[in-house]
Structure formats: structure tokens, C-alpha cells
């Protein structure tokens, strides 16, 4: 009788949708930029705010390979600073909103019945206007701030994660292990808690995911539209704005547009990968495209 080998499996074992070259090149630029954010001030970079009138408006060169910009302040300096402002907001306003409208949504899939129409018909009056419209109104409305302009973003960014885990809730707490939990004494919240939600998190975590992209769109556009970051705030959005002013200064605009599409691609890059490796119909197609 013949013995058959045995695979020895690996002790670190790495999921297939990680080692896509997209995965690992999105993975590598977010994680620079977030070493730049936090080492840029041990960098010896010149400070963002100093003003030089004698080099305004100079080309890249070896003394400011991005450029100045009309006041004299080095683009780089800028660029690199900006980083400190979108990432972590960005962060604060995709977590704020996953904790928000997951609430919302789980309460109302759950409960169902006047809950669910009063914050569902709350979500639809958010989603009849377009969101960059809306979100500037409410940052007009409040002044403009990064912090006005997250909180504006805030306010039209929760209906779309309570949609999606609402349709969640609703696909899982008909399921066998749900019902018996509540069979078994278990009250709703806890059920809530317990049963569903750890089943429904990873849609909802790859949702986020593919909304950092999206919510550093927004911030930048709202700190173009002057309702974001106040000057002389390093920020991406108010320094293409600038740019846009000074249109034949084409290093301006370039370099913070650079950033912003670098950070969104990679976020887009992981969150794609992030939902190959935890949809069970994906991952294995994924497995065998990578052998």
C-alpha cells in the first residue's frame, strides 16, 4: 500500500486575495504615506507655512523639488504636511459613519415595524439629494472648518451604511441559530448583539474600506470649495484650489492632485482585496487564479 505524502502547511499562512500585485502595491503606497504622516516633522523639511516672497511661484528645482508656491511656501513641505490632515480625518469620518448608520440600520432590520420606517424614510430624504450638494449646505451652513466639513460629511455618509446592514440584519435574523437564540431566553438587543452583528461584519468592514477613497474625495472637495480647511491649513483639496488660480504654475495643482489619487487608488486596491479574501464566493476564484 502506497503511502501518500502529506503537504506540510505553513505556519504563516497568507490569504490568496493579499498576494495579488494590486493588494501589495495599494498596501505599500498607503503605508508610506502613513510613515510620511508620522515622521514627517523629524524629515528636515522646510515649514509649510514659511513665507519667502523672493522665491514665489518657482518652478521644481533642487532647492524645491515641488515648487513654491505664490507666497513662497515650498509645495513639498505642503504636500507632505496635507497627509496629516486627510488621513486622519478620513479616518474619523469612515468610523464615525460605520458606527452610525451600522447602529441605525441594525436597530431598524431587527426591529422592523415604525423604527424601521422612521429611519429608513430619514436615510431616503438624505439620499435625495446628491451628497456633495448636500454635504455643502450643511458646511455652509455651519462655517467653514475641517471639522464643520467632517461633520457635514458625517451627516450624509451614515445613510449608506445603514442601508447595507439593514439588508444584513434582515437576510440574518431568520436564520436557524438566531431564532433558537431566541428560543433559548435571549431578548432582542441581545440576539442583536450576540448572533447577528458578528455574522454581518465583514461586508460592513469592507464597505468602510471602500469608502476612504471616497470620503478623502469629499473632504478635498469641500476644502476646494473654500468650505473645508481654512489657509494657510496645508490641505490637498485647498492647495489645488490655489493651483487652479495660478493655472501656467502647473506644479501647484500636480502635486497635491498626485496625492489625493494615490491615496484613493490604494485604499480602492485594499478594500477590493480585503473583499476577495472575506467573500466566500470570491475567495475561491481568487485561490485559483493565484496558483
Known amino acids: 500500500m502506497t503511502a501518500v505524502p502529506l503537504r506540510r502547511r505553513s505556519a504563516l499562512r497568507v490569504p490568496a486575495a493579499w498576494r495579488r500585485p494590486a493588494a501589495l502595491g495599494g498596501a505599500v503606497v498607503l503605508l508610506a504615506w502613513v510613515l510620511v504622516a508620522l515622521v514627517d516633522p523629524l524629515l528636515g523639511l522646510q515649514d509649510p507655512l514659511r513665507r519667502s516672497i523672493d522665491v514665489a511661484l518657482q518652478a521644481p528645482s533642487a532647492a524645491h523639488p515641488f515648487g513654491t508656491d505664490e507666497l513662497g511656501r515650498d509645495v513639498l513641505a505642503r504636500t507632505l504636511w496635507g497627509v496629516r490632515a486627510s488621513l486622519p480625518l478620513a479616518v474619523l469620518l469612515v468610523a464615525g459613519s460605520l458606527v452610525v448608520g451600522s447602529v441605525l440600520g441594525a436597530i431598524a432590520g431587527y426591529l422592523g415595524g415604525v423604527v424601521d420606517e422612521v429611519i429608513m424614510r430619514l436615510a431616503d430624504l438624505v439620499f435625495a439629494f446628491p451628497t456633495i450638494i448636500l454635504a455643502m449646505v450643511v458646511a455652509a451652513a455651519l462655517g467653514p472648518s475641517l471639522a464643520n466639513a467632517v461633520l457635514a460629511l458625517l451627516v450624509v455618509s451614515w445613510p449608506n451604511y445603514a442601508r447595507v446592514m439593514r439588508?444584513?440584519?434582515?437576510?440574518?435574523?431568520?436564520?436557524?441559530?438566531?431564532?433558537?437564540?431566541?428560543?433559548?431566553?435571549?431578548?432582542?438587543?441581545?440576539?442583536?448583539?450576540?448572533?447577528?452583528?458578528?455574522?454581518?461584519?465583514?461586508?460592513?468592514?469592507?464597505?468602510?474600506?471602500?469608502?476612504?477613497?471616497?470620503?478623502?474625495?469629499?473632504?478635498?472637495?469641500?476644502?476646494?470649495?473654500?468650505?473645508?480647511?481654512?489657509?494657510?491649513?496645508?490641505?490637498?483639496?485647498?492647495?489645488?484650489?490655489?493651483?487652479?488660480?495660478q493655472f501656467s504654475s502647473w506644479w501647484l495643482a500636480t502635486f497635491p492632485g498626485l496625492a489625493i489619487f494615490s491615496v484613493v487608488v490604494a485604499f480602492?486596491?485594499?478594500?477590493?482585496?480585503?473583499?476577495?479574501a472575506l467573500d466566500p464566493r470570491t475567495a475561491g476564484a481568487v485561490q485559483g487564479s493565484s496558483i
Not at 198 to 208: D, E, F, H
Not at 268 to 276: E, F, K, Y
Request: glycine letters at 14%; charged letters at 15%.
Open 167 to 245: 439588508a444584513l440584519v434582515l437576510g440574518a435574523r431568520g436564520q436557524e441559530y438566531v431564532v433558537a437564540g431566541r428560543l433559548l431566553g435571549a431578548g432582542p438587543f441581545t440576539s442583536l448583539r450576540r448572533d447577528v452583528l458578528p455574522n454581518v461584519s465583514a461586508p460592513m468592514l469592507v464597505l468602510a474600506m471602500l469608502d476612504f477613497g471616497n470620503q478623502i474625495l469629499l473632504l478635498a472637495g469641500l476644502s476646494f470649495l473654500g468650505l473645508g480647511a481654512v489657509p494657510p491649513t496645508p490641505e490637498w483639496g485647498s492647495m489645488v484650489a490655489d493651483g487652479v488660480t
Open 268 to 276: 480602492n486596491l485594499i478594500g477590493d482585496s480585503l473583499r476577495d
